[in-house]
């Protein structure tokens, strides 16, 4: 009885012993180690696109009907930026294609039975043109969109940028002054750079090349310059800070002088709605006294 409870004893520790063991994270292997230290350059990933119908339509149309270059290009680097997968920007095209392709001929269909006669040529140049247009309203949308959010990273660059000074008075090593302001804010700007910067330190890459690739894939001229100067400046031993400071100044200046030009165009353009209500205020005082004139001569 003791000999047949010690070999059960026996075979639950080996069994507990054995569980252990394989639930116990195995060493990593070395020719995968070996793979991660290798300075391996890494990519942002693409927007991430749904595998419904839409997006297989949108696929397809994106493969078979978009060109490199001209009116059916698609912008990807506008979408890119606004996180904005091809597939679904192809299928608003479409879309908006068949609604202005379908509105004329619904329209004219409802005034024949109205009894209204219309030659067949004019839904058939309603609807291609009405097409037309509605189909380069989400290309319109799109740029929009991403010049605005281009100027709202140029305006929150300027921040960073004052932040990695700041950092570098105090003491802290360039390192740690371009990936110290990163961790203090969460929006869309600072997470592309620390993006960048993770990137440029797992790929063992120089954090400027990092900055130069963002502002290339984001199409943001301030970034590119600032990083090719700096990496310029590091190597013939001149001060970052001296650098940094002198762009902060020209993106400010540059902002200021945008904002100025947008205010005056605006003032300008207030002036054709004004002069509009003037001149019926003018009317709307002086019909009265020059019809009575009028009727009295």
């Known amino acids: 009885m003791i000999a047949l409870a010690a070999t059960a004893g026996i075979l639950a520790a080996l069994g507990l012993i054995t569980i252990a063991r394989e639930l116990r994270p195995a060493p990593p292997r070395l020719d995968v180690a070996l793979a991660r230290l290798q300075p391996t350059r890494l990519h ?28 059916l290009a698609v912008p990807r680097t506008d979408l890119a930026l606004l996180d904005r997968s091809v597939e679904r920007f192809m299928l608003d095209k479409l879309a908006l294609l068949l609604a202005g ?51 709202d990273f140029r305006y929150a660059f300027a ?21 110290g302001p990163v961790t203090i804010a969460g929006t869309w700007p600072f997470r592309r ?41 590091g190597t013939e031993g001149a001060k970052i800070h001296d650098v940094l400071t002198a762009k902060i100044t020209a ?24 002069s509009l209500l003037m001149l019926g205020f ?4 002086g019909y009265p006294f020059f019809s009575r004139l009028l009727a009295t001569g």
Do not use: C
């Open 193 to 233: 750079i620390a993006a960048a910067l993770a990137r440029a330190r797992r790929g063992q890459d120089p954090p400027w090349q990092a900055l130069a690739e963002l502002g290339q894939q984001l199409e943001v001229h301030d970034l590119v310059d600032l990083a090719h100067t700096a990496q310029i400046a």
């Open 282 to 285: 003018v009317v709307l005082v």
């Open 44 to 71: 942002p990933p693409e927007p991430i696109s749904g595998h419904g119908v839409g997006e297989r339509v949108g696929g397809w149309l994106a493969e078979r009907w978009t060109r490199p270059a001209g009116m």
């Open 101 to 151: 392709l379908l509105i004329p001929t619904v329209t004219a269909g409802l005034l024949m039975l109205v009894g209204a006669t219309l030659p067949w040529t004019v839904p058939i140049l309603a609807s291609l043109l009405l097409a037309t247009g509605l189909s380069f309203l989400p290309d319109l949308n799109v740029r929009s969109a991403a010049r605005q959010r281009r100027k």
């Open 159 to 179: 921040a960073y940028l004052q932040l990695v000074v700041l950092e570098r008075e105090a003491g802290a090593a360039l390192n740690t002054a371009l990936e």
């Open 251 to 274: 993106m400010r200046h540059e902002a200021s002088a945008a904002t100025r030009t947008e205010a005056n165009s605006r003032t300008t353009a207030m002036w054709v709605p004004t």
